[in-house]
């Protein structure tokens, strides 16, 4: 084995961990190459250094803090500024965020390689990171689906699928932005949005009872398949009264029509 091919196996030969094969190409290589012999052996020293420090602990108390300080200052800023600089502003925030993830891994990444021994992050610390970041989350899509732009609130729109489970805030949001939100697109991509949380029972409701309410054909049709995919036969007397309704599209009294042939 060369020097060159020696560099790469220098942190799993101090930590012990390498395959035995290995191990002995490395060792017979340093008892032969004083330079890297010289090399390994003041890497030791600060690698028992590194041993000696402890794990840290995130003080959630202190995080949650920062962060509620940071929203109010960015929420305030959605309420002061135009809607170009709204947009700025979240795009930033958007940034400090993943910057703020990128550095969590790259820390846990380093720590995996330099730690004499794999140090167990307690169950408790790590749900207290994910209900974090899943509230930023939700934060952020329902700054987005406020925005006066109909592309930032496709945005928030899109933003609910990164989200685990929901709360009731977001899923109120999505059905309000259903019913009212004059782009066709928004409402398109809110009906796709609310598919995959259609085992809620209010989810279903306000989707039914947004159907009558719609004017373009698209989105009832849309709301059509959803509602006889999701909803099945709660929605009976609604597709009966649309397939009746001689004011509507000729294509969604059809849709409707073959959605109660669907339900049976």
Not at 11 to 36: I, M
Not at 45 to 66: C, E, F, V
Not at 244 to 263: F, N, S, Y
Request: hydrophobic fraction near 40%; include cysteine.
């Amino acid at each position: 084995m060369r020097c060159e091919e020696i560099h790469p196996h220098l942190a799993d030969h101090l930590a012990g961990t390498l395959l035995p094969d290995v191990s002995e190409q490395v060792a017979d290589h340093l008892r032969e190459c004083p330079t890297c012999a010289a090399e390994v052996e003041g890497l030791q020293d600060t690698w028992q250094m590194l041993g000696t420090i402890g794990p840290h602990t995130a003080d959630s108390s202190a995080m949650r803090s920062r962060f509620a300080a940071s929203l109010d200052g960015f929420q305030g800023g959605l309420t002061t500024h135009s809607a170009t600089r709204r947009t700025s502003r979240l795009n930033a925030y958007g940034l400090q965020f993943a910057a703020a993830a990128a550095a969590v891994v790259i820390g846990v990444a380093i720590g995996r390689q330099t730690a004499p021994a794999p140090v167990t992050t307690p169950d408790s610390q790590l749900t207290v990171l994910r209900d974090e970041l899943r509230e930023m989350r939700q934060m952020v899509t329902l700054s987005l689906l406020q925005q006066q732009s109909a592309s930032e609130r496709l945005k928030g729109v899109s933003f609910t699928n990164q989200i685990d489970q929901p709360d009731s805030q977001v899923t109120v949001a999505l059905l309000d932005t259903l019913m009212h939100d004059p782009n066709v697109n928004v409402r398109l991509a809110t009906i796709d949005a609310l598919k995959r949380l259609s085992t809620r029972d209010v989810v279903r409701r306000g989707v039914i009872d947004a159907l009558p309410r719609q004017t373009s054909p698209l989105v009832q049709i849309a709301l059509i398949d959803f509602i006889v995919e999701k909803s099945g036969r709660e929605a009976t007397d609604t597709l009966r009264r649309l397939s009746m309704d001689d004011m509507l599209d000729a294509a969604v009294r059809a849709r409707a029509r073959q959605g109660l042939q669907q339900i049976g």
